[in-house]
């Protein structure tokens, strides 16, 4: 990787710029969600859907509901003419006069609920999924939470809802060959959820924004002695429901299997490893608790010159590469160019999709015709491993829009869209990056990286 333009220099860090002001997706969003999905539905051939979620599974489900079923499942029964159905249990049952859609019918099944709850007898599951519409002997298409892209599996036919659920649905559909995984319906290529209007990307910005606040704050209060604890209070805040398990590690990670942050104390030399997300969109950052290239583990030394200057260089390709109409298959081939695997381990998608989850799907792996499209809002996500070398990370969120998005977004969200054109004159004028007018930063931290946690002002950025 050519990285002789990468340096490490001092200048200001990026201001922290969440707006405080959460923006709600309007009725109008809803409609044309809902409208896109019976759409696909159409032209699928599906003539019903059924639509699962639980509290770690819930995104698809909360598309259209608005909520996801807090500590139970729960169904959502879409048909084709338009007519829906929620299925919840005993905890969310109050919740279906809150929907975001009007429902035609509430069928309560207590067998969606925690255990040893109150169970009513009347009803067996599969006389309970009739009453929510599931009709006999029509198409019906399957949501968890992801589709299946093995080689060699029948994708089509695995599903990821509970096998009670999917036994009572087969019983009333009454023909396997009726049932198909439509994940890809909300997630696939083309899916509903895979690109977004005006008011979803300023809904999302928020989290993104959040998430990068938090980062700064945690990345500032990396000091020898501090606690990892400290540094995942700085993570957490305002009681946002976050996307992942979070990261405040110092040193070597999953020790006796514990993925949570401890008293453990930041010692010099340590790695460290920070990551919160939150709806809309993730921070993550890596790199040593030193001030210098000195106080690296003498093995690791050249950790700038082997690893972070390579990644940064790397990101920032991805950066100024990245542009709607452009296919996934072509990124992947510009970063295998400048940061081949078998070279620096990555081994995952170089960037995916986002959205209520952490990652929704990805168009960018290798061979992939998918087009870049105008609304998608992506991770940069490229993860090196490289033995004997602690990690890096700058991992951070962008939206693609072209320019009708662009106007909309400055017309409807003016206060967005300054902290947009903010956020791509940092990134242009003190990292040395050059923006598409297509990329748009969601977050104020995008490709800030600083590879020496103790030094708060040193960060990379390129020099033509």
């Known amino acids: 990787m050519e990285t002789a333009n990468v340096v490490l220099k001092h200048f200001p860090a990026p201001k922290k710029d969440c707006s405080l002001v959460p923006v709600s997706l ?46 139970e499942e729960g169904l959502l029964v879409i048909d084709g003419s338009g007519s829906m159905s929620i299925v919840l249990g ?51 298409g399957l949501v968890g939470w992801k589709m299946f ?52 990307l ?75 997300g939150y709806r809309g969109g993730l921070s993550s950052r890596a790199g040593y608790a030193v001030g210098e290239a000195s106080g690296l583990p003498a093995s690791a030394r050249d950790y700038i010159d082997r690893v972070a200057a390579p990644y940064f260089a790397a990101y920032a390709t991805w950066l100024e590469t990245i542009r709607v109409g452009m296919t996934g298959g072509e990124l992947f081939d510009v970063i295998e160019g400048v940061l081949p695997r078998s070279e620096y381990g990555w081994s995952l998608c170089p960037g995916h999709l986002t959205a209520e989850e952490e990652w929704l799907s990805s168009p960018i792996y290798e061979g992939s015709a998918q087009l870049l499209k105008s609304g998608m809002m992506l991770q940069v996500d490229i993860i090196p491993s490289v033995s004997g070398y ?21 017309a409807e969200y003016p206060e967005l869209w300054k902290r947009i054109c903010e956020r791509r004159a940092y990134i242009k004028s003190m990292l040395g990056i050059h923006l598409s007018d297509d990329v748009l930063p969601m977050c104020s931290t995008v490709a800030y990286l600083r590879p020496f946690l103790l030094d708060k002002e040193a960060a990379f950025a390129r020099e033509s």
């Open 202 to 276: 300023a809904h999302y910005e928020f989290g993104a924004a959040l998430a990068s606040d938090c980062m700064l704050d945690a990345m500032d209060a990396v000091e020898v002695g501090a606690s990892e604890l400290d540094l995942g209070d700085k993570l957490v805040r305002y009681g946002q429901h976050t996307s992942v398990v979070t990261i405040a590690a110092a040193g070597p990670r999953f020790v006796k299997a514990n993925m949570y942050p401890t008293d453990h104390m930041v010692e010099e030399g340590d790695t460290i490893s920070l990551t919160v």
């Open 90 to 140: 005993n905890e969310n049952l109050n919740k279906s006069s809150k929907a975001r859609i009007s429902m035609d019918s509430t069928v309560h099944v207590s067998l969606f609920s925690l255990p040893n709850q109150p169970q009513r007898d009347d009803k067996t599951l599969v006389e309970l999924l009739e009453d929510a519409g599931i009709r006999r002997g029509v198409s019906t």
């Open 26 to 71: 309007t009725d109008e969003t809803i409609a044309e969600r809902r409208a896109k999905i019976l759409a696909r539905m159409e032209s699928m051939g599906i003539e019903q859907l059924v639509v699962y979620g639980d509290v770690e599974h819930g995104d698809n489900f909360e598309y259209l509901v608005g909520f996801f079923p807090r500590f």
């Open 390 to 410: 602690g990690g890096v990370s700058a991992e951070s969120t962008i939206a693609l829009a072209d320019e009708a998005l662009r106007r909309e977004l400055e």
């Open 149 to 200: 892209t093995s080689p060699v599996e029948d994708n089509e036919h695995l599903y990821d809802l509970p096998s009670y659920v999917v036994d009572a649905i087969r019983s009333v559909v009454g023909d396997d060959d009726l049932l198909v995984n439509a994940c890809g319906l909300f997630i696939g290529d083309g899916g509903a959820r895979t690109t977004m209007n005006a008011n979803e």
